[in-house]
């Protein structure tokens, strides 16, 4: 009996762990340092089809061979359980968090292989958004009691991951263009307060980029907007794998992009754009069934070196660059300076 009661507190307490945590990962540790208290396992997973990922919480001497084996047997239950397609492992994000979960006496054979699992769908309101498994070397390692108090854990997880589901569509909604994918002006705003904020205080460069699309109204004009959206979309793409992994790319209106380049300074700065400039130059577009050439122009402001005192002044000295190369000719990349931007002359 007091066994039970144990074993109930420390089902409690997992439960709360897991319902008050925010991020996927945290589920699984949450989970992971309540369960060997619960039961005897080699691996515990979670599976949600979402991204898809597959989170891993296993004994430290667990050999790669039996992941391997839970990871296909944990695809192979799901696609049953959700009446799923078969899923490409390939395409699974693995994550694997190992820790010490028995004496040192008791480690896993290298040979070591699958023999017990207890493996259920994490359902909520119908849907199923993954699996739960618990998985050991050891033949028979779980009971009906084992079963109880997964199902219980199960759906508390799948709870939990829905509400990460819903709360992820919202803040999609609410931080990305909806055409292009790229993030939108509300969320360049917040994201620029922060950089800003960081290179103002501790005077590490920052700079920004606007772009525009050169006689874009042309474009929709001619050839009407629907092609004119597909512009949009394959340049935003062009945009995103030109930049580094800290850079920000933003649809900023219309035509307009602008780029947040964290501790870049203006030599960095020019090299990126100017790299940008030449690929959109170079890119063959399919508008309207014929292959047509276009153009960007660009403005580049930059803190510390055009001495902004706020966000926005920022902004407006990018704004400004950009008008120069405008003025100038378009298909130039422009340095703020104040007077008249400096620019480059396409060769």
């Known amino acids: 009996m007091r066994l039970i009661f144990k074993n109930l507190n420390v089902l409690r307490s997992t439960i709360n762990a897991i319902s008050t945590s925010i991020e996927i ?112 070397d050891q033949s028979n390692a779980f009971d009906a009691q084992d079963l109880q108090f997964l199902s219980v854990i199960g759906y508390q997880m799948a709870a939990t991951l829905k509400h990460f589901q819903r709360f992820s569509s919202i803040k999609n909604i609410a931080i990305y263009d909806t055409l292009t994918g790229l993030y939108n002006r509300r969320y360049f705003e917040e994201r620029l307060g922060v950089e800003a904020q960081k290179s103002f205080y501790s005077g590490t460069p920052l700079s920004l980029v606007m772009v525009d699309i050169d006689l874009f109204k042309k474009v929709n004009d001619t050839f009407g907007h629907t092609e004119g959206d597909q512009i949009l979309c394959k340049i935003s793409s062009l945009l995103k794998t030109s930049v580094r992994k800290k850079d920000t790319v933003a649809r900023y209106g219309g035509e307009e992009f602008i780029l947040i380049l964290p501790e870049a300074g203006l030599e960095e700065s020019f090299v990126i754009a100017e790299r940008i400039r030449r690929l959109v130059e170079d890119t063959p577009f399919e508008v309207g069934g014929a292959q047509v050439n276009l153009t960007i122009s660009m403005g580049i402001s930059n803190f510390p070196s055009h001495r902004a005192k706020s966000k926005e002044e920022l902004v407006k000295m990018a704004d400004q660059a950009l008008y120069d190369a405008k003025r100038g000719g378009r298909n130039k990349v422009c340095i703020y300076t104040g007077k008249s931007s400096q620019w480059t002359v396409p060769i």
Not at 28 to 54: T, Y
Not at 66 to 93: C, W, Y
Request: net charge negative; aromatic share 8%.
């Open 25 to 136: 990962k945290e589920i699984v540790e949450s989970a992971g340092n309540n369960l060997p208290n619960l039961f005897d396992f080699s691996s515990f997973g979670v599976f949600w089809k979402e991204e898809p990922l597959l989170f891993l919480y296993q004994e430290e001497s667990c050999p790669p061979s039996f992941t391997q084996e839970v990871v296909k047997n944990m695809i192979k239950v799901f696609s049953i359980l959700g009446e799923e397609s078969p899923i490409d492992a390939d395409r699974i994000a693995l994550q694997v968090e190992k820790r010490k979960l028995r004496p040192k006496q008791m480690i896993m054979d290298p040979k070591a292989t699958l023999k017990s699992h207890l493996t259920l769908p994490l359902a909520v309101e119908g849907e199923i958004l993954g699996c739960i498994s618990l998985n050991s």
